[in-house]
């Protein structure tokens, strides 16, 4: 009985759907790019400290040297959809901090993201720089007593 009047109705909701079930889809896959690109970007700063602080009996000029090459090189493998990746390395006697920025680039929300900075990252990795002679010193006194 209705079945003449509605010939249509599935072509107007679906017109209606589709663009919005391909934005939410396109938004989950974006995310899904930021947290990887913030998760790698921990990561690449933490294993660039971690490397560093072992090196007691370098001077921290070439510490800081091999760090920006190690950083230079795990970025440009590792991080996807990013411009402008700038780090910083400071060293010093006690501690090496590593720090990472970023920016995503989205190219749907290119003019929101340049505006807003919605997509600026930051990762930031500081260990304690330890003598590794000192450190198995260390140990053996606390075993002995």
Aim: proline share 2%; glycine share 2%; with cysteine.
């Amino acid at each position: 009985m209705f079945k003449k009047e509605l010939k249509g109705a599935f072509s107007v909701e679906a017109s209606l759907l589709f663009p919005i079930i391909v934005l939410v889809i396109w938004f989950l896959v974006i995310m899904a790019l930021y947290f990887y690109n913030m998760c790698a970007m921990y990561r690449i700063s933490s294993a660039a400290s971690i490397q560093g602080v072992n090196k007691k009996r370098e001077s921290a000029e070439q510490i800081e040297e091999q760090a920006k090459e190690q950083l230079q090189e795990m970025t440009e493998k590792e991080l996807l959809m990013m411009k402008e990746v700038a780090y910083k390395v400071k060293v010093d006697e006690k501690e090496m901090q590593v720090d990472l920025t970023g920016k995503m680039e989205v190219p749907i929300f290119a003019l929101i993201s340049d505006s807003l900075d919605l997509w600026e990252m930051r990762a930031r990795a500081v260990r304690n720089r330890q003598d590794p002679v000192e450190f198995i010193r260390n140990i053996r006194k606390v075993e002995r007593n």
